[in-house]
T-cell receptor
Framework: GESVGLHLPTLSVQEGDNSIINCAYS??????FIWYKQESGKGPQFIID?????DKRQGQRVTVLLNKTVKHLSLQIAATQPGDSAVYFC???????????FGTGTSLTVIP | SAVISQKPSRDICQRGTSLTIQCQVDSQVTMMFWYRQQPGQSLTLIATANQGSEATYESGFVIDKFPISRPNLTFSTLTVSNMSPEDSSIYLC???????????FGPGTRLTVT
């Protein structure tokens, strides 16, 4: 499958600060990406998605940015809260079906 | 989204035995998938569970080791056969509806092989 990786395996931020989690992908033909949040002992939870024809998409307190030129994806979390502490994964669609390939994951810790 | 349940939630098994994991969805879905997540690692796609036909396996995974059933649009099973300690992982199913790429995950089955 495609290679999808993250720049930083761990990230610690102060409560109330903004968080930025980065992801690099390898398949320039990928046309859809999802960010997932995984809390300890649970399955991944869908946060936000973006299609390759967009470069930015906003949700509630989260923004995803896509830079196709350098094959880079980022997730920005505004006013980070303790409940945001989790592992975050980016996932890349194979563009030949519904198969997704996951990045390494970044563990976010929010310091109260 | 969809409500997805998995059984069992966890199990401890002896090497050489097999375990069948069930995935149940509260509504009909087109696509069902099985993933493996080894401790502290990311998710790796095992296979796509196709309703009415054989599952489609990813490179490195074979039907003899991970047989999959998909008898209808709300249910699938994954069997981990002839287990070894290296099979100790969390096994997750996910679903997606026709016309959308959005995938939603079950809570996972934590398998420990001794």
């Amino acid at each position: 499958g495609e290679s999808v990786g993250l720049h930083l395996p761990t990230l610690s931020v102060q409560e109330g600060d903004n968080s930025i989690i980065n992801c690099a992908y390898s398949n320039s033909a990928s046309d859809y990406f999802i960010w997932y949040k995984q809390e300890s002992g649970k399955g991944p939870q869908f946060i936000i998605d973006i299609r390759s024809n967009m470069d930015k998409r906003q949700g509630q307190r989260v923004t995803v940015l896509l830079n196709k030129t350098v094959k880079h994806l980022s997730l920005q979390i505004a006013a980070t809260q303790p409940g945001d502490s989790a592992v975050y994964f980016c996932a890349e669609n194979s563009n030949t079906g519904n198969q997704f390939y996951f990045g390494t994951g970044t563990s976010l810790t929010v310091i109260p | 989204s969809a409500v997805i349940s998995q059984k069992p939630s966890r199990d401890i098994c002896q090497r050489g035995t097999s375990l069948t994991i069930q995935c149940q969805v509260d509504s009909q879905v087109t696509m069902m998938f099985w993933y493996r997540q080894q401790p502290g690692q990311s998710l790796t796609l095992i296979a796509t569970a196709n309703q009415g036909s054989e599952a489609t396996y990813e490179s490195g995974f074979v039907i003899d080791k991970f047989p999959i059933s998909r008898p209808n649009l709300t249910f699938s099973t994954l069997t981990v056969s002839n287990m070894s300690p290296e099979d100790s992982s969390i096994y997750l199913c996910s679903v997606a509806r026709s016309g959308t790429y959005e995938q939603y995950f079950g809570p996972g089955t934590r398998l420990t092989v001794t």
